[in-house]
């Protein structure tokens, strides 16, 4: 392929790609090394690469890229060219018969910057390519059709007030789309448009500075700046952008704080305590932030220690607080000078003025009544337990410091002598006893004193001790008890005591033992004072003997050390005990023996009380058994006796003799004995029903038979009720009481009397009931 015709600003290059063609045809006409024959190529008129087409057309027409051609179209129409890549047919086109390239759209570098395209040239009648396909490039030309662009539309910065001339800021950045590497499309140059003469830019770089000293952020503190950037290296024609830097000056501590008053005043009335909070003043810091807080305090004054000053961080006030208590009636009016200075100072900045400023307080104190005051906080007195009634044993006293003195009366809260022990005088605060006082009960007794003054009050706790007087006898701190073996020797010791003393002496306590001057000159035991406010008991004599005397009484006096003297008589046991020959006891008196045991009189008192609730349990259930024995074997509070049961079975009389072994009517011996009833008392068994007596019959045994079996009947606790129909399975021929069935009654056309059931007792009491009612109903 030759290119045929350049555009005619690359005429140049073109023609440089040919001459390059012409050379690589003149060598390709050489040999092939080795081998003597000639190597023979077809010859193109130019080697090309590559086009060049100009972006942003604007024409009407097709942009005309340039043209293609094989050096073997003759221009006869029958080769036909075929293009082929990025873009083909829908960016270039080709003409099939002439190989014109063109452009049909428009093209913009910065979308895309070149192209690779092949292009194929075949017959147009076989279809068989005469040239290999061959690729080729087209490059689009830059031109300044962007404008610069900045990163952010809006920086934001800051820099410190009072920063010196050229302090950086920031730095503003912005890109060109356009070629770089081509012409100055690309070159950028930085300007200030707005800003000045706060801010200046740098060119090149774009860094913004300070341009201005002494900036004050008090007086300013926000700049907006704008600053352009314009390609061609800012020369006229060239495209340019903008953007806006919103720049604040940062506070740094360049002013003092200042009072707004050079002098201030409170009034206040004494009665503020200690702490509280008179009023606060309050200082102007135009700085802000930690440059802004502030602390106070106090430099001199009258009395500086009676106030002080606190800096309240929240608000950047001054609290003046009460440091002591006021009083009116001694200074009326009090100054104060406080000083304000900054927490956190620069020292930088000093050289201006003093970073720090004062000023005067005025304090006025109004007067208040006030309630008496004691001359102490509390008050401590003693007195003698053995002291007489209305002795003083001291004052107390307050004084009204109110300008008129008025006169304080006292009195004892009632609440702390409950006892009423103590009085006070009304006019001097003199404490007087007036009750007996006793310091074993109670060594120290706490009143409250109120001092009353025109309705002001005031009290103070006084603090009472009783002092201590030896009037109490020491004793035995103990019950003692002592034992000793009948085959002791003289001079043992069998027991050691103590003594206690509720008197408190100065020097402690110190006892002395001895025998009782009562006690005979041969004395069985001894006395001996050990020295340490003990004393051992001792066996003056060897051998006891429990048969002759098992118990004995050894008197001992107690001494106390203090004046004046008292003493007491106490009295030990001492058991004589069996002992063996290690001298363990083995057996005394019940007592003794008890004590040996170890123990004690609750544990037995316990012992007696278990033994006898077991005994009541026994004696309990012994009773409870006996009287189940002897109460009957159906208990109700109707007796089933009364109630009657049928059995509808008369017997077959003599002749029948499947119902009972006739033997055993003739042989009534053999009958077991008749059984006593064991459901009630025989001694409470009522009546028994007399009946008429049998006739004489010739079978005496049948009739034997029959009332030892009515008698078993009435005797046996397991026997149907009284009023139960009985078969006996023999009745016999012509018994004078017919029946003992009542199956008949009812065809007896005579009236029957019951009016002897009522000498059956309480047990047919109800039955007769029911044969009164019935003929009652009968007759009405």
Not at 632 to 637: A, D, E, Q
Not at 726 to 734: P, R
Request: overall charge negative; hydrophobic content about 35%; proline content about 4%.
């Amino acid at each position: 392929f030759s290119m045929l015709h350049c555009p005619p600003q690359f005429h140049v290059l073109c023609q440089q790609n040919k001459s390059s063609g012409e050379e690589e045809s003149k060598v390709s006409g050489g040999t092939r090394a080795g081998t003597g024959a000639a190597l023979r190529r077809s010859k193109r008129g130019w080697m090309w690469n590559q086009f060049f087409l100009q972006e942003e057309y604007t024409g009407t027409q097709k942009q005309y890229v340039g043209k293609l051609q094989s050096d073997l179209d003759k221009g006869d129409g029958t080769v036909r060219y075929i293009l082929s890549g990025e873009g083909a047919d829908s960016i270039f086109t080709i003409e099939e018969n002439t190989g014109n390239l063109h452009a049909i759209k428009k093209l913009d570098r910065e979308e895309k910057a070149d192209y690779l395209l092949r292009i194929r040239a075949v017959n147009r009648t076989t279809g068989l390519g005469i040239e290999p396909e061959t690729e080729f490039m087209v490059k689009i030309h830059d031109i300044n059709d962007n404008e610069p662009k900045f990163s952010k539309e809006l920086y934001t910065a800051s820099v410190p007030e009072m920063s010196p001339v050229g302090t950086s800021v920031t730095q503003v950045t912005a890109t060109d789309a356009d070629d770089s590497s081509y012409g100055n499309s690309a070159k950028l140059v930085y300007s200030i448009l707005q800003g000045q003469p706060y801010f200046s830019v740098d060119s090149d770089t774009g860094i913004i500075k300070t341009a201005l000293a002494n900036m004050d952020r008090e007086k300013r503190e926000h700049y907006h700046v704008v600053i352009q950037a314009k390609d061609m290296a800012g020369q006229n024609g060239g495209l340019f952008g903008t953007t806006t830097v919103n720049i604040t000056l940062l506070d740094v501590n360049d002013n003092p704080p200042k009072f707004l008053q050079s002098t201030y005043q409170f009034s206040i009335p004494e009665s503020k305590g200690t702490g509280s909070e008179i009023g606060r003043i309050k200082a102007t810091d135009i700085d802000i932030g930690e440059n802004a807080e502030m602390d106070y305090s106090v430099i001199g004054g009258d009395i500086p220690d009676q106030f002080e000053i606190r800096t309240d961080k929240a608000t950047q006030e001054g609290v003046i607080i009460v440091k002591q208590p006021l009083d009116y009636e001694k200074k009326k009016e009090h100054t104060l000078h406080v000083q304000v200075e900054n927490s956190y100072p620069d020292p930088s900045f000093h050289h201006n003025s003093p970073f720090q400023d004062t000023a005067s307080v005025k304090i006025y104190l109004e007067d208040v009544e006030e309630p008496p005051v004691f001359e102490r906080s509390s008050y401590t007195m003693e007195v003698k337990e053995d002291a007489d009634l209305r002795i003083v044993i001291g004052f107390v006293s307050a004084t009204d410091h109110d300008a008129f003195h008025n006169p304080v009366r006292y009195s004892i809260d009632t609440r702390t002598n409950v006892d009423q022990l103590f009085n006070i005088h009304e006019r001097n605060g003199s404490i007087y006893t007036q009750k007996f006082l006793d310091r074993e009960e109670s060594a120290w007794h706490n009143i409250s004193v109120v001092a009353r003054e025109l309705g002001q009050s005031s009290r103070v706790p006084v603090y009472i001790r009783v002092l201590d007087v030896n009037d109490n006898a020491p004793v035995f701190d103990t019950f003692y008890e002592a034992y000793v073996c009948e085959y002791a020797k003289a001079g043992q010791t069998i027991q050691t005591v103590s003594a206690m003393d509720m008197d408190d002496p100065v020097g402690g306590h110190r006892f002395t033992f001895n025998m009782a001057p009562e006690e005979p000159a041969q004395s069985n035991f001894t006395v001996q004072d050990l020295g340490d406010n003990t004393a051992a008991i001792l066996t003056r004599r060897s051998g006891f003997s429990r048969l002759h005397e098992n118990i004995y009484q050894v008197h001992v006096v107690i001494k106390d050390g203090d004046q004046p003297v008292q003493s007491s008589t106490s009295t030990i046991q001492v058991h004589v005990c069996a002992c063996d020959q290690d001298g363990n006891v083995e057996l005394c008196s019940t007592t003794a023996l008890i004590q040996t045991a170890g123990l004690s009189t609750g544990a037995l008192v316990a012992i007696l009380l278990c033994i006898i609730i077991l005994l009541m349990i026994v004696v309990l259930f012994a009773a409870v058994w006996r009287q189940k024995k002897k109460d009957p074997l159906i208990i109700s509070k109707e007796d089933v006796r009364d109630n009657i049961v049928s059995y509808n079975d008369e017997g077959g009389g003599e002749e029948d003799t499947q119902a009972f072994d006739i033997g055993t009517l003739q042989n009534p011996q053999s009958v077991e004995e008749c059984k006593l009833r064991r459901d009630i008392i025989p001694e409470a068994l009522y009546p028994q029903v007399r009946r008429a007596p049998a006739p004489a019959h010739e079978n005496n045994d049948v009739r034997i038979f029959i009332n030892k079996k009515v008698y078993e009947n009435d005797s046996s606790p397991t026997a149907l009720p009284y009023d139960s129909l009985a078969t006996y399975a023999y009745e016999g021929n012509g018994s004078v009481a017919e029946s003992l069935s009542s199956l008949g009654s009812a065809n007896s056309d005579r009236d029957q009397d019951y009016n002897y059931l009522n000498d059956w007792g309480p047990r047919f009491r109800r039955l007769a009931d029911l044969y009164e009612t019935e003929d009652c109903n009968r007759y009405s």
